[in-house]
């Protein structure tokens, strides 16, 4: 099985090797640290070891769990923000039905906690009226406002509907183990629950069940999620050559570029069910590196749409970017042009040509048009749109931010800016 790769040859335009050589040799001891737990934030490691330590018991109660929500509802509402919301819409956007919508007897997952717009919420009640509804609510602390808010509000819905007792039935949760709010609404209520890992963060925690029962419910194969994850966890060990270890390498790149003066990264990606994902990856290396005033700014873009929107700007702008591409080496569908006689769209010169076969070249001409331009470019190129594949995805960025953040000296795993608007937030409305 052909596995992630990583090409970084075209920053060598920008910065020398022996400069790449000195930052790879820097943060070969920052991926250490993470696999000793000796760096910063080591209580919140867990994820590290993560694909090891998931056990087929506990892959074996999140299937159940999530045939018995499938049992009793056609559209199932997930709560929650940030972490607890991104890595799981990633994985449905990128391996579930997308168009199941559209089947007289699908399934729809819908998100919910990530905003507590009145609209929102009361379109989502009005519209699941008459469906067989479930909720699963999404909080590590069980004390973050905005999913809690709405989880309130839905769940005196359910209620309504169903009653207390039919409620519970349809009601899951997803928490921390021993503590916090929403761990005590279940004690309560008796509702069903699987636990987050106390040494795991949010934004870490895709590969938990945070990530895995929305997964499931989806019908997306969480074992081969974690077998993905599991091998690129060797990949990425300590033990493994600096020049072999992909992560290491994408982490190298992006801070020698961040030293010499870059100040924003864009992630880029050619399959529309990728953007979720790069939503993800935003805030996972946002929120682990943007502390002490240091840190690429994340962005990212979908093409080629958004080559009509700001590709100008990347190409021309201010010579601040970088550019890294996640490409796909095999599509799951193939579609061939075919030639016309008459040929009055001029696009003959296509014809025999797969659809995937241009999206890739066209996003090669992207790569090297912005690299001549001036945006060092890096490309990570998976095999296809399967779980393997986006568990190594995963687990590679994941590795690959602790890494680029202790190489910042800068703890991962904290976030005391966003816990200052939450303070501000707590005042004004008391």
């Given amino acids: 099985m052909q596995q992630l790769s990583i090409d970084i040859k075209n920053i060598f335009q920008t910065i020398s090797p022996e400069k790449f050589e000195t930052v790879l040799n820097e943060l070969t001891?920052?991926?250490r640290l993470l696999e000793t737990g000796y760096g910063q934030g080591r209580d919140m490691l867990g994820w590290v070891n993560l694909p090891e330590t998931t056990t087929q018991e506990l892959i074996d109660q999140i299937n159940s769990t999530a045939k018995k929500i499938n049992d009793i509802a056609d559209v199932i509402i997930v709560i929650g923000i940030g972490g607890s919301y991104l890595g799981a819409k990633a994985m449905v956007d990128a391996l579930g039905e997308n168009f199941s919508y559209l089947k007289p007897d699908y399934k729809q997952?819908?998100?919910?906690?990530q905003n507590i717009s009145e609209d929102y919420i009361s379109e989502l009640i009005q519209a699941t009226q008459?469906?067989?509804?479930?909720?699963?609510?999404?909080?590590?602390?069980?004390?973050?406002?905005?999913?809690m808010l709405?989880?309130?509000?839905?769940?005196?819905?359910?209620?309504?509907r169903y009653g207390v007792e039919g409620a519970r039935k349809r009601i899951f949760v997803l928490t921390d183990e021993s503590k916090?709010?929403?761990?005590?609404?279940?004690?309560?209520?008796?509702?069903?629950?699987?636990?987050?890992?106390?040494?795991?963060?949010?934004?870490?925690?895709v590969l938990t069940s945070v990530g895995l029962l929305p997964a499931a419910v989806a019908g997306i194969n969480i074992k081969e999620l974690i077998e993905g994850a599991k091998a690129m966890r060797v990949r990425c060990s300590s033990n493994i050559n600096k020049l072999e270890n992909p992560a290491l390498i994408y982490a190298a790149a992006r801070s020698v570029l961040y030293r010499e003066g870059k100040q924003i990264e864009i992630l880029a990606c050619c399959e529309p069910y990728l953007k979720m994902l790069t939503e993800w990856w935003k805030q996972l290396f946002g929120e682990s590196e943007g502390k002490l005033g240091k840190g690429?700014?994340?962005?990212?873009?979908?093409?080629?749409?958004?080559?009509?929107?700001?590709?100008?700007?990347?190409?021309?702008?201010?010579?601040?970017?970088?550019?890294?591409?996640i490409k796909v080496r095999q599509s799951r569908s193939t579609i061939e042009v075919k030639s016309e006689i008459e040929n009055l769209d001029k696009l003959n010169y296509l014809a025999n040509k797969s659809l995937s076969h241009i999206s890739r070249n066209i996003f090669e001409a992207v790569s090297i048009a912005h690299t001549k331009g001036g945006v060092p470019?890096?490309?990570?190129?998976?095999?296809?749109?399967?779980?393997?594949?986006?568990?190594?995805?995963?687990?590679f960025m994941e590795r690959a931010c602790g890494i680029s953040a202790y190489g910042l000296n800068v703890n991962p795993f904290d976030q005391p800016g966003v816990d200052v608007y939450k303070k501000c937030a707590d005042s004004l409305l008391r």
């Fill in 150 to 160: 709405t989880f309130r509000i839905l769940r005196e819905e359910m209620q309504h």
């Fill in 377 to 395: 470019n890096i490309s990570i190129e998976i095999q296809r749109l399967d779980a393997h594949s986006i568990g190594e995805l995963i687990y």
């Fill in 296 to 325: 690429l700014y994340p962005s990212t873009v979908t093409y080629p749409s958004d080559l009509h929107a700001i590709g100008q700007y990347i190409q021309d702008g201010p010579r601040i970017m970088i550019e890294t591409a």
């Fill in 130 to 147: 008459n469906r067989r509804t479930a909720l699963i609510a999404v909080s590590k602390s069980g004390n973050t406002l905005e999913p």
């Fill in 29 to 31: 001891e920052c991926n």
């Fill in 180 to 205: 916090g709010s929403l761990r005590e609404i279940v004690w309560k209520e008796g509702y069903e629950s699987l636990s987050v890992p106390s040494n795991v963060g949010g934004r870490y925690s």
């Fill in 109 to 113: 997952i819908i998100f919910a906690g």
